[in-house]
């Protein structure tokens, strides 16, 4: 079971970017989540969809960043507007076998999460 990710890249403040995450191999019941890194930085959280589209965000990306499904409920989608230089970093998809995690601030958690995919570089420069 793998994560494929793309998208990302570079665009300047207040452009947008678009990252997909689509599973290969296996379809299953998870809480779907991204996550990203900048340098030197711990991983953090940034928005969470459940199996429902009930989504779930980081206050600093509330309001300009829209997490989503397709239509099959597998591919995932993060949206990203009014980009500033502070999102810049590694963003990573994830996926928790435990979709209840989902309901609660566990999918917070990078180290709750099962699966990964390889991180996508995203760099907005001012």
């Known amino acids: 079971f793998q994560l494929q990710e793309s998208g990302g890249d570079s665009a300047q403040t207040g452009g947008s970017l678009r990252l997909s995450c689509a599973p290969n191999?296996?379809?299953?019941?998870?809480?779907m989540a991204w996550f990203r890194q900048a340098p030197g930085m711990e991983r953090e959280a940034v928005a969470s969809?459940?199996?429902?589209?009930?989504?779930t965000y980081a206050d600093s990306v509330k309001g300009r960043f829209t997490i989503s499904k397709d239509s099959a409920g597998h591919t995932m989608f993060l949206q990203m507007d009014s980009l500033k230089p502070e999102d810049t970093g590694t963003y990573y998809c994830?996926?928790?076998?435990?979709?209840?995690?989902?309901?609660?601030?566990?999918?917070?958690?990078?180290?709750?999460?099962?699966?990964w995919g390889r991180g996508l570089a995203v760099t907005i420069s001012s």
């Open positions: 994830a996926a928790d076998s435990l979709a209840s995690d989902c309901y609660s601030d566990s999918w917070r958690s990078a180290v709750r999460m099962d699966y």
């Open positions: 191999g296996y379809y299953g019941v998870f809480c």
């Open positions: 969809i459940d199996t429902v589209g009930t989504t």
